[in-house]
């Protein structure tokens, strides 16, 4: 039976970051499982752990050596190695080098050659001499974004690193890393235990720390734990507690012994928007805010603390001390953003650059402004409105609430515009403007605000590809993917009808000679964005030949591409779709190899044959009664039609030669089979299917 014990790796340091400490814990315990497999070492379950003050990895049954093996060295061809039976100074050079005589090595053959080759049994390490290498390697594939030396020490980490847990079943690991000596005392809670805690063997880790030390190292236990205290504290309010993911993962990773406590502020600063209140609570205090059951705010946070006190009514008065002048600063700066109209604050955007070869924010929205104008003509939407949008879209840039909180760009926007008595769906739009920010994100649901969304996106894919900044590999410093993804979302999913590469002409036009790239750089961007719309049809379901059934026929309109795969679909389920499919191919391939200019037109006088006849007569009805689906783009209904072929190109392939030795009816049945392909391909190209 093969022995196993548990291996227990703790790093205890200062604080580490907030915000990064989820990741580095996952990246640590992947780090060292990815070496352990890479050392030929088994393991069961691995575990990772981390708090403000450790890192921490458990790995269950791992094994105490490797397995034994077979060294394996090739060395020179038979061929070479021999002469006359003779072994040549090939084959004794290669033997001497690995320590024994030649007829002592082995002969490999395969079906690409025979080689003399040496085989020796290994037998495998001890685990724990593997160990400290493995782990000092594992600490040094995090991915750090800053990490320094500390006092003397060589060695980089994220923070000083004050004690080392490295434990294998009841051994310590005899290694030093960060000029630590590693032992089996880890320390608890900086305040309620902070001396040393014995741990006698890996799986006593979460219980030693969480009842002797007030602990809990596990991070998805103590993320549960805060949940729990939260909604209960609300509860009590008669209220709702607003969890931002972000916020919970950054308030689990600031705390070891989580104890949630509520007070209360002012009621009068309700008065101010709800997000500006919500951004001051979360985003400078790390507060849960609390709403009634119609969302809207109640005067109360939940704060969150790392110690049990005996008074906890001291926290709570200090930290409802500390809010106030916080909502104070949110009111003044809305109250003094107030006094100046967005329109009047244009000129302030001059001073801030877009891009260093792309202009002023101001320019930018003398651009979104006149294309989103046209966009908003193009889907019947009110073309003042989407004009006046995109002239205000990024006034409220300037004002001290979004200095202050960067991420209610947009939304400041709405609220200044209600102010400023705007049209109601002007002030829509500025909050709608950066929707989707993300995967799966709502879209803008107003016409104009789509109208801003896309001129905004359009106008950043315009400029940065015309001075030549791409996204590169896994480099995307502009977001361009999100972008490219957010134009296609508000297109599809909003239904929109819009000429992509016509758009994309006259947002270029606007660019007036800045950029460095000619107008061709238009259809490098669409195709950018096409490639974006294959993962995104990939990602939701649909299949790479029925995608690509619709791509190859080059349309400019989105809404019509995603319409016409939604057709083909559907089309794949009919019992004729692979019969008509593969026709579709055997004609493709025959007008390919064929080097006859074919006509346009078929001539009937020149159908002798009742197959070929039938074919004429059936493609000439069909392309009757599909053209006003067409027009409807009721292209799934077209293809049912289609499916009509079946037996007309069935009976046509099994009668009929087309590349008969007579030039006038091989070229009048290459122009039928053209006719068939056409008016397939005026939904899509289903020689693409794989069926």
């Given at each position: 039976m093969i022995e196993v014990r548990d291996l227990l790796v703790e790093i205890g340091t200062e604080e580490l970051p907030s915000k990064s400490l989820l990741k580095f814990s996952e990246e640590l315990a992947s780090a060292l499982g990815k070496k352990l497999q890479e050392a030929k070492l088994s393991y069961g379950e691995i575990k990772s752990y981390g708090s403000p003050r450790r890192l921490a990895v458990l790995v269950k049954n791992l094994v105490v050596s490797q397995p034994d093996w077979i060294l394996e060295r090739r060395g020179p061809a038979l061929a070479a190695a021999f002469k006359n039976n003779q072994p040549t100074p090939a084959a004794q050079g290669f033997a001497q080098g690995c320590g024994v005589a030649v007829g002592d090595l082995e002969q490999l053959k395969?079906?690409?050659?025979?080689?003399l080759i040496y085989r020796k049994l290994q037998k495998g390490s001890v685990t724990q001499e593997l160990l400290p290498e493995i782990i000092a390697q594992s600490l040094k594939?995090?991915?750090?974004?800053?990490?320094?030396?500390w006092g003397d020490l060589e060695a980089e980490f994220i923070r000083p690193v004050h004690w080392l847990v490295m434990l294998f079943g009841s051994e310590v690991i005899p290694t030093t890393l960060f000029g630590i000596t590693a032992d089996k005392k880890t320390r608890g809670h900086?305040?309620?235990?902070?001396?040393?805690?014995v741990l006698h063997?890996?799986?006593e880790y979460e219980d030693v720390l969480a009842f002797q030390g007030k602990?809990?190292?596990?991070?998805?236990?103590?993320?549960?734990?805060i949940i729990t205290q939260v909604e209960e504290i609300a509860k009590a309010l008669n209220g709702i507690p607003l969890i931002a993911e972000s916020l919970l993962n950054e308030v689990t990773a600031l705390v070891e012994w989580p104890v949630a406590l509520w007070g209360k502020f002012d009621s009068a600063f309700l008065s101010l928007p709800r997000e500006a209140l919500i951004a001051t609570m979360e985003g400078n205090q790390k507060y849960f805010p609390v709403e009634d059951e119609n969302h809207n705010l109640l005067p109360y946070f939940i704060t969150v603390t790392n110690i049990e006190s005996q008074d906890p009514a001291v926290i709570?008065?200090?930290n409802e001390r500390v809010i106030r002048p916080r909502l104070a600063d949110a009111d003044f700066f809305y109250t003094t953003d107030c006094k100046t109209p967005l329109i009047s604050r244009r000129d302030q955007l001059k001073k801030i650059t877009f891009q260093e070869k792309l202009g002023s924010i101001f320019e930018k929205t003398e651009r979104i402004s006149h294309l989103a104008a046209i966009i908003a003509k193009e889907i019947s939407s009110n073309e003042d409105w989407a004009r006046r949008s995109g002239l205000l879209s990024k006034s409220d840039l300037v004002t001290q609430m979004v200095m202050e909180f960067p991420e209610l760009q947009g939304t400041m926007g709405y609220y200044y515009a209600l102010h400023d008595r705007e049209p109601e769906s002007v002030t829509i739009s500025l909050k709608e403007q950066y929707l989707p920010r993300f995967a799966g994100d709502n879209l803008p649901q107003t016409p104009t605000g789509c109208a801003l969304s896309l001129a905004d996106r359009l106008d950043s894919l315009i400029g940065f590809f015309g001075i030549d900044i791409?996204?590169?590999g896994d480099k995307d410093p502009y977001g361009l993917r999100r972008t490219a993804l957010g134009i296609i979302r508000i297109i599809i999913e909003n239904k929109l009808n819009l000429d992509l590469i016509y758009l994309l002409k006259l947002g270029y036009q606007s660019y007036q000679g800045v950029l460095i790239k000619d107008e061709t750089t238009v259809d490098l961007i669409y195709e950018y964005i096409l490639e974006r719309l294959r993962s995104y049809y990939l990602d939701i379901g649909f299949t790479s030949d029925a995608i690509e059934s619709v791509l190859v026929l080059k349309l400019n309109n989105l809404f019509d591409i995603h319409q016409r795969l939604e057709a083909v679909t559907q089309f794949i389920k009919l019992p004729e779709a692979q019969s008509l499919s593969e026709a579709n191919k055997r004609v493709r391939n025959i007008l390919r190899k064929s080097e006859e200019k074919t006509p346009i037109q078929v001539n009937p006088q020149w159908l002798k044959e009742s197959a070929e006849q039938n074919l004429a007569q059936q493609i000439s009805s069909l392309d009757q009664r599909i053209t006003p689906l067409l027009e409807n783009r009721e292209y799934s209904l077209a293809?049912?039609?289609l499916a009509n072929l079946h037996q007309p190109i069935n009976q046509f392939f099994d009668n009929i030669m087309v590349m008969t030795e007579d030039s006038t009816l091989r070229i009048n049945r290459l122009a039928l089979l053209t006719q068939m392909q056409t008016l397939f391909l005026k939904i899509a190209d289903i020689s693409q299917l794989q069926i």
């Open positions: 395969n079906e690409k050659g025979a080689w594939a995090l991915p750090m974004p800053k990490p320094m030396c900086r305040f309620h235990r902070s001396k040393p805690l063997y890996p799986s602990v809990i190292a596990d991070f998805a236990k103590r993320r549960a734990m709570i008065a200090g791409l996204p590169s293809l049912q039609e």
